[in-house]
């Protein structure tokens, strides 16, 4: 996307980031390991038995006992993730709450949404991300089976116009962008329509309802082994591990389109940054685990810790990236 140029100091200080990331020093600069905590809960933004619940389940059996006597996870969901975001913003600094969230929440929504409840760089401190995945963008049976590379499916729809559609999890969600980008791109009509999550947009578009879905490649996966969507590119830098015989934007000539979604873990403000390390240090750990790893891969998770410091990066970058997209694409802002 880096034919959006922003200004990244002057991107920072509008999302309230110090010109300089905030460094959290190693925990073997402080006196001692902070005590166990006696309860700690993961607050995640959607409902039990999605990915990200998943995931924080996983990574709470491995934290307790040891960063917390007793991890729970909690799902506070409505507002499209923004009640569990706010919740954690309004909790104690004393490394109790955690939230896991996707990455449009922190780095997307500020430029999607006329008012948010919280300010994703002054509200939270990153700690660590807790996976990467990437976007991918199929058909079902409405379009012909010949019909097998982004390029051969923009050149369908400008023949048959009036079936140019494909699904999305919502309006201003990246799916939803992914696919405005190569409408953009290829300076055709591709209408979109917003369902509410990736699985109705999914099911009609492999009914036939529908030409297309761009959603989150775990959930078009099981669909495309069994032949029932072909999917037509995926949006990292680099082809997916669990697709490697489908190319990606990028190799399709849509250099714009690069498009790692991840989901990552947070503090509240003003947590003290002996906490911050001890828990990014405990959730790497749980996170390097092969079983965990091998869990999350069958959803097409890639699980992947980092440091505080690297994560705000990631945030500010990404943010710039996605203020030029949603300009570029004239999205009206969601009240």
């Given at each position: ?6 200004n ?9 980031v ?67 975001v706010s ?22 929504f ?31 049976p ?32 990246t ?11 290829e ?29 989150p ?10 032949g029932?969507?072909?999917?037509l590119?995926?949006?990292?830098r ?6 490697p015989?489908?190319?990606t ?18 503090l ?6 002996a ?50 997209v ?6 009206t802002a969601?009240?």
């Open positions: 996307m880096s034919c959006y140029p922003i990244r100091r002057s991107l920072l200080r509008q999302l309230g110090p010109c300089a990331l905030t460094a959290v020093a190693p925990l073997s600069v402080w006196a001692q390991k902070p005590a166990t905590l006696p309860l700690a809960r993961i607050v995640v933004g959607s409902g039990a038995g999605s990915v990200i619940d998943n995931l924080a389940r996983r990574v709470s059996e491995r934290l307790q006992g040891g960063y917390a006597q007793s991890v729970i996870v909690e799902n506070r969901t409505g507002a499209s993730g923004q009640l569990a919740y954690v913003k309004g909790a104690a600094p004393d490394g109790a709450t955690l939230l896991l969230t996707p990455s449009p929440h922190m780095v997307l500020p430029f999607t949404f006329q008012s948010l409840p919280y300010r994703p760089a002054v509200d939270l401190l990153p700690v660590s991300l807790g996976a990467t995945f990437d976007l991918a963008f199929a058909v079902g409405l379009v012909p089976t010949q019909v097998r590379t982004l390029k051969e499916f923009v050149q369908w729809c400008k023949a048959h116009p009036d079936k140019a559609q494909f699904g999305s999890p919502a309006a201003g969600s799916p939803h962008f992914t696919g405005a980008m190569l409408a953009r791109a300076n055709f009509a591709l209408d979109h329509v917003a369902y509410r999550g990736p699985n109705p947009a999914v099911l009609d578009m492999v009914g036939g309802h529908i030409a297309a879905a761009c959603a490649l775990g959930d078009l996966q099981t669909f495309a082994k069994t029932k969507c072909r999917v590119g995926t949006t990292g680099k082809r997916s591990t669990f697709t015989g489908t190319a934007f990028l190799e399709q000539g849509y250099s714009d389109v690069v498009i790692e979604d991840w989901v990552g873990f947070f509240p403000a003003k947590t003290p940054a906490l911050v390390q001890w828990a990014q240090e405990d959730i790497a750990r749980a996170l390097s685990i092969h079983e965990l790893k091998e869990a999350m891969a069958s959803s097409c998770y890639e699980v992947v810790s980092s440091t505080p410091d690297a994560l705000a990066a990631r945030m500010a970058e990404e943010a710039a990236r996605w203020k030029g949603v300009t570029a694409l004239g999205f969601m009240s």
